[in-house]
């Protein structure tokens, strides 16, 4: 055990070993990966591949950065996300991916499991300025070509995606399969996912525009911006949504809260209001209330 903790690299991790790790431990560099972790300037395949290996054997829930240096090109490689869940048990990527403009070329993921994209399963994380082109991302649910399952992360930003997905079942998109509400900024796609054109950059975006959303509650604001509901029954997972400037901040339990004040104090537009777990995911069931913080 000590001979681990001091040199983890000369010893197979539980990814390793439980899992199909692809072209990515014929690539990795384990001790460049363990010199420049946690913050890693990635410009080429082996380092990238590196960073996986870390990621998704040695990080565990650390916080990592990854900087993109350079074009980077995976034609012919059998690629493997960062992030990964087995039997129950979760080895998320959390951190930050900052493509600084540059593109990832001819990423192949094809796996038989869940989770699945460039970030598999992921937890608090930011990606912006990155390109993926000529991507081909497979698996059984859970499944886009930058994310497969991303949970407690807001916002990404400036993402271009070519490619395809094939779904398998739920929960898939052109950039992001499963999220639970996150806003994608100056994003786009041309992706095909089972051979169709789709125009979603996430399953969420799509079973949004397919359910219908009905004000069944009623809000109300009085003057010190304490916002108060009626009460409805039938409901699942009830929330307060609080936007700034049109970018999610918090998402809170309301199924015993009747008022709810959000105490935001910097300069911005807020938005309140309801949402509620439908038809596999949260949809506003409220009218909206916006105020404004010069």
Known sequence: HYDYERRPEDYPT????????GSIMELADKEWAMENAPEFHVSDETELASVVWYVNGISED?????????DIDLTGYDWKPMGWTDSGSKHQFSGSVFGQGHTINGMTISSDYDDTGFIG??????????????ADVSAT?????????????????????HGKVSGGADDYGAIVGREAYMTLTGCTADVTVDGEPFEYLSYR???????EIVETFHLTMDEDHT??????????????MVEKDGVKVLHRI???????????ISTGE??????????GTYIRVSNIIQYTIN
């Open 14 to 21: 539980d990814w390793e070993r439980e899992c199909e790790t």
């Open 62 to 70: 650390e916080s990592v950065s990854v900087y993109l240096e350079d």
């Open 121 to 134: 399963y992921g937890l608090n994380v930011y990606v912006e300025d990155i390109n993926f082109t000529n």
């Open 141 to 161: 649910g859970c499944t886009g070509i930058v994310g497969g399952q991303i949970y407690q992360s807001y916002e990404w930003k400036n993402i271009n995606v």
């Open 205 to 211: 975006q799509k079973r949004i525009d397919e359910v």
């Open 227 to 240: 916002v108060t509901r009626d009460e409805h029954e039938g409901f699942c997972n009830l929330g307060w």
């Open 254 to 264: 309301a199924e015993d809260e009747l008022s709810y004040k959000y105490f935001g």
């Open 270 to 279: 807020y938005t309140i209001y309801l949402t509620a777990y439908i038809n």
